[in-house]
């Protein structure tokens, strides 16, 4: 059964920058897209971006364009997230979730395995 890991998370100061790591083992199924959604307390889950496995596209949500980038290692299957210029309404559970769909879909019903969540806490 595929298994994806978040970590990385943690405590920050604005301004700051933070890269979570999403290990997937068991990787037997076809996920074509990773994505990176989160959520805030009393929010919906918002959708920050995702990347093809075999192309690396990615594609990014608004209110992260410019200092979010996503990538990810083949070799090691792991999407990274590398956060820049961190605000602190990024505050959020950010979640790694896998697609078999074969594009770059902003949609979180399109992802069928979901990691456990890891923390991130921007100061002001």
């Known amino acids: 059964q595929e298994q994806l890991v978040e970590s990385g998370g943690g405590l920050v100061q604005a301004g700051g920058s933070l890269r979570l790591s999403c290990a997937a083992s068991g990787r037997t199924f076809s996920a074509a897209v990773m994505g990176w959604f989160r959520q805030a307390p009393g929010k919906e889950r918002e959708f920050v971006g995702t990347i093809t496995w075999s192309t690396g596209h990615t594609r990014n949500g608004d209110s992260v364009k410019g200092r979010f980038t996503i990538s990810r290692d083949i070799a090691k299957n792991t999407v990274y997230l590398q956060m820049n210029s961190l605000k602190p309404e990024d505050t959020a559970v950010y979640y790694c979730?896998?697609?078999?769909?074969?594009?770059?879909?902003?949609?979180?019903?399109?992802?069928?395995?979901w990691g456990q969540g890891t923390q991130v806490t921007v100061s002001s």
């Open positions: 979730a896998a697609s078999t769909v074969g594009w770059l879909s902003h949609n979180d019903y399109d992802y069928t395995h």
